[in-house]
């Protein structure tokens, strides 16, 4: 013990404890994580990519009926900004040759929705002759 700073003492033992576990995750984590670069890496990433595209692409084909729900509910100003991010996706997705015509039907789908309805014919001239 330090006579010039007795904290010293009970300091001492916790931070070795400390770096001990410090070093002990740092080396579980070298063990476990790939090098960058490496096979093992680029095989995990792009595995993630494709966990995440698909992921992307169940949430694209699920917006219809979601703006079906709110359009249901009368809040189609919401389901319209909804609509503009999957719709841009599948835009983008069709335009690759991505996913074929389920992506051009899922898009037609999704307008036909937030698409503005007409008055009825009757209504329109009911109040254009007034």
């Not at 010293?8 to 770096?19: C, G, H, K």
């Not at 595995?47 to 595209?53: D, G, M, N, S, Y």
């Not at 009926?65 to 997705?93: C, I, N, T």
């Amino acid at each position: 013990m330090d006579p010039l700073n007795p904290v010293a003492s009970t300091l001492d033992p916790a931070i070795a404890q400390i770096y001990s576990q410090a070093s002990s995750i740092r080396q579980a984590a070298r063990e476990t994580a790939p090098a960058p670069g490496s096979d093992e890496g680029e095989r995990r990433e792009a595995e993630a990519r494709r966990r995440k595209t698909r992921e992307l692409a169940k949430a694209a084909l699920a917006t219809p009926q979601r703006l079906r729900e709110l359009a249901k509910e009368g809040r189609m100003e919401e389901a319209r900004r909804q609509w503009e991010l999957p719709r841009r996706l599948l835009v983008a997705w069709k335009d690759r040759g991505v996913g074929g015509e389920d992506v051009q039907a899922v898009i037609e789908e999704g307008d036909a929705v937030v698409r503005p309805t007409r008055e009825p014919r009757s209504e329109r001239t009911s109040t254009a002759s007034r």
